[in-house]
DNA sequence: AACCTATCCAACCGCCTTGAT
DNA sequence: CATCAAGGCGGTTGGATAGGT
């Protein structure tokens, strides 16, 4: 392999929106097909971090709510250091995200209860929790399904979810130029590119039915759809039309 | 105002699992 | 069945920033 100069360190906001782009176009599984196509000098592991952790667009930003932080308690009390698990019972949460939660709150918390109260080594740190709050498979916002939030329909997603954490998205207005932006950015281009607004459930191949058996073919002399340079002009009529607005 | 400390969080690393060949 | 590559996951690090002295 051609090892060339691979990007490390913070992503930048033209990085994200070429990712989302891509991630759009592509669905969210084939990793390293995407960091190659994208053109972002990045590995396909930290383009699907950057898109888990960051950009996905069902992701809550912002402080954990009360409910949250119970939870994430006593799921942590129940099955450990499964982050990934856990964060499956927290709709808009990443694991990355309740990792660094637990790591500053909650151990921090553990160590002052352990410090004031005195040592019972047959009590779990989380008995009082368990006592005063019901099961966490009885809450209503649950996930049945073990599958993560963050899969947003690749290739192989078949049937749609429901998204239920658009309303999330409210939040992040107050952040100025953050991850709603560069989505509304995506859905300018794509009515620029006659793309529909359905992409994530329903992948571009429906667009464009050759496109896959073309990719079979060419994935060493990749593909890059030339959409890119719309794409980009549309963000850059956005960016300014929305500091003009004084976002 | 300057320095120090604590906290937050994005990103990386390495190991394990899974699926394709 | 064995091998390999890619994805997934948990642990860790390091920079930025807020708060305290």
Redesign the pocket.
């Known amino acids: 392999m051609v090892n060339e100069e691979?990007?490390?360190?913070?992503?930048?906001e033209q990085?994200?929106v070429q990712l989302v782009f891509y991630v759009k176009l592509f669905g969210?599984?084939?990793?390293?097909?995407?960091?190659k196509v994208s053109g972002l000098k990045?590995?396909?592991?930290?383009?699907?971090?950057?898109w888990?952790?960051?950009l996905h667009p069902g992701l809550k930003?912002?402080?954990?709510t009360p409910h949250e932080e119970r939870l994430v308690i006593e799921l942590q009390s129940k099955?450990?250091?499964?982050?990934?698990?856990?964060?499956?019972k927290l709709p808009g949460r990443?694991?990355?995200?309740i990792?660094?939660?637990w790591?500053?709150?909650m151990r921090?918390q553990a160590q002052d209860r352990k410090r004031t109260l005195s040592p019972s080594p047959s009590t779990s740190n989380s008995s009082s929790f368990e006592s005063n709050n019901p099961p966490v498979d009885s809450m209503p916002f649950m996930e049945t399904q073990e599958r993560?939030f963050y899969?947003t329909g690749g290739l192989?997603m078949l049937a749609p979810r429901g998204k239920n954490t658009k309303q999330e998205d409210q939040k992040e207005m107050e952040k100025g130029y953050s991850l709603d932006d560069i989505w509304k950015e995506i859905s300018i281009c794509e009515e620029g590119c006659n793309l529909s607004s359905q992409t994530m459930t329903s992948p571009i191949w429906n667009h464009f039915p050759d496109m896959l058996s073309m990719m079979e073919q060419e994935e060493s002399t990749i593909f890059v759809p030339n959409m890119t340079d719309q794409f980009f002009a549309g963000y850059e009529q956005f960016k300014s039309s929305t500091l003009t607005a004084g976002l």
Do not use: Q
């Not at 969210?28 to 960091?35: E, G, K, L, N, T």
């Not at 099955?79 to 499956?88: C, E, K, L, P, V």
């Not at 990443?94 to 995200?97: A, C, I, K, P, V």
């Open positions: 691979i990007r490390k360190g913070p992503w930048t990085e994200d969210d599984r084939r990793w390293d097909f995407i960091a990045r590995t396909g592991k930290s383009c699907r971090l950057r888990v952790n960051y930003h912002g402080k954990m099955w450990g250091n499964r982050w990934s698990r856990i964060a499956r990443t694991d990355n995200e990792k660094n939660y790591r500053t709150h921090k993560s899969d192989e």
